[in-house]
């Protein structure tokens, strides 16, 4: 550890196919985010949080989870704390109310999320480092970007021309003389003249402008840093730019990797050293930097996307508390203004906002698994857009070897930046993803991250087993070698198939498969329909190391599973009684599960209108979906028929579901799936769900559509 270093809590590891230690994770990040907000304040005004801890401990089981389902409501748990709030100028503390703060998604044994009635599923998600870049475009633009986390401050990129030896300092779309920023960061012509040469300082001093000074301020720093009278004064401007690249905290391993660099901080030296090496990029004496490599890449589980949120205060939600309580109590806040779960909008906004959650399709067992495996370059944090996927992102790295399965990925725009984690990876509390290798030196297994691997000379266990002096493997850059000194081997990859993810692993003899073949069937396997009487495998493959083999790994995921030894001594309809050691232990089970798709019978009749004005009234299961199809159905008022656009539209079986036919007054009737919403009023005369076996005769009214003339 280097001096000014602070030692690093111990990293957590977890499975990415536990959804136990998921749970827990997600409610261990979460609580401690919420122990550690800070105060958000202005000049009356301070709001906190104490004594925050959870307000209960639900454990859901199949029944709980039966029922959400059919009422359409969310399984949670409750974080609890007490808000206070003080004056600012005096500290006093004016008010202290405890309450609910927020809803906490529960995650549940298949790893997903139930909201609103629906199952959901959180992507991982794997993000580029904050750190420095330098490399050449494909049009031979010579750029350094400069990746920063968006709280901190603002993206922006050097970019440099050789013809002309000038340097440009983009930020927010504009185009600044680098000198000015070098300037301001601190730079002396001599540091600038020794790291540029004379001609290359000469051309930039007399590139910049008067006005780049002004320019550079109000691009660069953010307006919670302006002070009155900053633009009167070059200095006062140079010491706000500092001020907020001081905020922006690296990666130290990227820069100590891209600039030779060993430090967080971004200051002089890092733009020096940047501008340093675009010009040597610029001669041939520096390569690229490769921001596809696995050691520049950080990995975020739904525990981590659901604390940013918090942390970050995402929506600004607590600002606008404390805001509400400033400026509409005329000088009289008061705490009970802030409702209960006041702050669920900001953990429920990774369900609803980041893009990386998705209803669950529940086409069979193996889709769910795969789900929890699944990691995305897309989202908040990460790509923004399939427009701007570089190629280089679609392409399989070396260093994604034992971290990412390199066949896995879906046919469809994002081929190469959706894909799946290897089976032997586990989720780091670090950021990172682990792996198990073995020491070459000592024989132990130990996990190790893309960065502790970087300059490793790695290999094969079956290279390695061969005990020839000469073998092949990966070398310290991460190349693939053949003729490798066996004694510079660091570390053992144990076997070849825990580089694939599981579902790949359920393809028999993987090895002997062209790979177009296994991610075809590693799709077919995730999207083939459950057979009724189905057979089990007659080949199946055989987990490394293990008696079990990958399809009972993963039909353990799938099924009511004992984790002790027993006998069944009783099955009803809704349990399964196990007699252990530990006494009789019973085991929820469900016949009918509702899904996320909530159907209608195919011959039900629905009145589309075509984006030409066409209207027509066709059987569901006829129904051909087109661009612009609308749907005639009632207001969310219910007062009147209106027409609406078609959003989704799925045609599947509804094996194992029950039927109603649900018939009004008017002998009209439709035929739904027994988890299928109809609507009723509520007392208070609002729309609200009624399922099939909710309805009563002669007492629930559902309201009729008229057909459009």
Same mark, same amino acid.
């Given at each position: 550890?280097?001096?000014?270093?602070?030692?690093q809590p111990a990293v957590r590891l977890r499975s990415f196919d536990d959804p136990e230690a998921l749970r827990n994770s997600i409610f261990d990040s979460v609580l401690d985010t919420a122990r550690n907000?800070?105060?958000?304040?202005?000049?009356?005004?301070?709001?906190?949080?104490?004594?925050?801890?959870?307000?209960?401990?639900?454990?859901?089981?199949?029944?709980?989870?039966?029922?959400?389902?059919?009422?359409?409501?969310?399984?949670?748990?409750?974080?609890?704390?007490?808000?206070?709030?003080?004056?600012?100028?005096?500290?006093?503390?004016?008010?202290?109310?405890?309450k609910v703060l927020a809803q906490v998604p529960y995650a549940l044994d298949d790893g997903s999320l139930l909201s609103g009635g629906n199952s959901y599923h959180v992507r991982n998600q794997q993000? #580029?480092?904050?750190?420095?870049?330098?490399?050449?475009?494909?049009?031979?633009?010579?750029?350094?970007?400069?990746?920063?986390?968006?709280?901190?401050?603002?993206?922006?990129?050097?970019?440099?021309?050789?013809?002309?030896?000038?340097?440009?300092? +983009?930020?927010?779309?504009?185009?600044? =003389?680098?000198?000015?920023?070098?300037?301001?960061?601190?730079?002396?012509?001599?540091?600038?003249?020794?790291a540029w040469g004379p001609a290359v300082l000469e051309a930039n001093k007399s590139h910049a402008k008067d006005m780049s000074m002004k320019k550079l301020y109000d691009r660069f720093v953010r307006k919670q840093l302006h002070q009155a009278g900053d633009k009167d004064s070059d200095d006062l401007m140079r010491q706000r730019i500092r001020e907020q690249a001081n905020q922006i905290k690296f990666a130290r391993e990227v820069n100590k990797t891209t600039l030779d660099y060993d430090s967080e901080d971004y200051d002089k030296n890092v733009a020096l050293a940047a501008t340093r090496k675009l010009i040597a990029l610029s001669k041939g004496e520096a390569q690229s930097d490769s921001r596809d490599n696995m050691a520049f890449q950080s990995f975020h589980g739904p525990e981590d996307l659901f604390a940013e949120r918090l942390k970050y205060d995402d929506g600004r939600v607590r600002r606008q508390m404390l805001n509400k309580l400033t400026f509409l109590s005329r000088n009289n806040p008061d705490l009970a203004q802030i409702p209960s779960g006041a702050l669920t909008k900001q953990i429920q906004s990774v369900i609803t906002q980041s893009g990386l959650a998705s209803p669950s399709e529940e086409t069979n067992p193996y889709e769910q698994y795969s789900k929890l495996f699944s990691v995305t370059r897309m989202g908040d944090g990460g790509i923004s857009s399939d427009m701007s996927i570089p190629e280089s992102a679609r392409q399989v790295n070396n260093t994604q070897y034992g971290f990412i399965d390199p066949l896995q990925t879906p046919e469809s725009l994002r081929v190469g930046v959706d894909c799946y984690i290897s089976?032997?990876?586990?989720?780091?509390?670090?950021?990172?993803?682990?792996? =198990?290798? $073995?020491?070459?030196?000592?024989?132990?297994?130990?996990?190790?991250? =893309?960065?502790?691997?970087?300059?490793?000379?790695?290999?094969?266990?079956?290279?390695?087993?061969?005990?020839?002096?000469? *073998?092949?493997?990966?070398?310290?850059?991460?190349?693939?070698?053949?003729?490798?000194?066996?004694?510079?081997?660091?570390?053992?990859?144990?076997?070849?198939?825990?580089?694939?993810?599981? $579902?790949?692993? #359920? *393809?028999?003899?993987?090895?002997?498969?062209?790979?177009?073949?296994?991610?075809?069937?590693?799709?077919?396997?995730?999207?083939?329909?459950?057979?009724?009487?189905?057979?089990?495998?007659?080949?199946?493959?055989?987990?490394?190391?293990?008696? +079990?083999?990958? +399809?009972?790994?993963?039909?353990?995921?799938?099924?009511?599973?004992?984790?002790?030894g027993g006998v069944v001594k009783k099955v009803t309809d809704d349990e399964i009684w196990v007699d252990t050691p530990e006494g009789v232990k019973k085991y929820p089970m469900l016949r009918h599960s509702p899904s996320n798709r909530k159907c209608v019978t195919g011959d039900t009749r629905v009145c589309i209108r075509r984006a030409t004005g066409a209207v027509l009234s066709v059987s569901a299961q006829d129904?051909?979906?087109? &661009?612009?199809?609308? &749907?005639?159905?009632?207001? =969310?008022?219910?007062?009147?028929?209106?027409?609406?656009?078609?959003?989704?539209?799925?045609?599947?079986?509804a094996t194992g579901k029950k039927m109603y036919r649900v018939t009004s007054t008017s002998g009209r009737s439709v035929i739904v799936t027994e988890d299928h919403s109809l609507v009723t009023r509520s007392i208070s005369g609002d729309l609200v769900p009624v399922f099939p076996h909710e309805c009563e005769i002669g007492v629930t009214e559902v309201p009729v559509v008229t057909v459009p003339v």
């Open positions: 550890m280097t001096p000014g270093q602070t030692k907000l800070e105060p958000v304040q202005n000049n009356r005004y301070t709001l906190s949080l104490t004594d925050v801890d959870w307000h209960d401990s639900p454990e859901y089981n199949a029944r709980d989870i039966h029922n959400a389902r059919m009422r359409q409501q969310s399984l949670n748990r409750r974080l609890g704390g007490t808000w206070n709030l003080y004056d600012t100028q005096s500290g006093k503390l004016l008010q202290k109310q405890r993000r #580029l480092k904050y750190g420095v870049y330098t490399h050449q475009k494909e049009n031979g633009e010579l750029v350094t970007n400069v990746n920063t986390a968006a709280h901190q401050g603002p993206m922006h990129a050097y970019n440099y021309d050789p013809t002309t030896g000038r340097f440009n300092l +983009e930020v927010g779309k504009n185009n600044i =003389p680098i000198y000015t920023f070098m300037s301001a960061m601190g730079a002396t012509d001599e540091e600038l003249e020794d089976s032997s990876a586990r989720k780091g509390s670090d950021g990172n993803i682990y792996i =198990p290798v $073995i020491n070459a030196r000592t024989g132990k297994k130990e996990y190790k991250n =893309p960065v502790e691997l970087a300059n490793a000379v790695t290999t094969l266990q079956s290279e390695w087993g061969s005990g020839e002096k000469k *073998i092949s493997g990966f070398d310290n850059d991460r190349s693939p070698r053949m003729g490798l000194d066996r004694r510079s081997v660091d570390y053992i990859f144990p076997d070849n198939q825990s580089s694939f993810n599981n $579902i790949s692993n #359920l *393809i028999p003899m993987l090895g002997t498969v062209k790979g177009q073949r296994v991610a075809m069937a590693a799709r077919m396997l995730t999207q083939s329909l459950p057979l009724e009487g189905g057979e089990a495998p007659l080949v199946q493959s055989k987990v490394p190391g293990s008696d +079990e083999s990958y +399809e009972e790994r993963v039909g353990r995921f799938a099924t009511v599973t004992c984790k002790t129904y051909e979906y087109e &661009i612009g199809d609308e &749907i005639w159905t009632i207001t =969310p008022t219910g007062d009147e028929a209106t027409w609406e656009s078609v959003v989704r539209f799925i045609k599947t079986a």
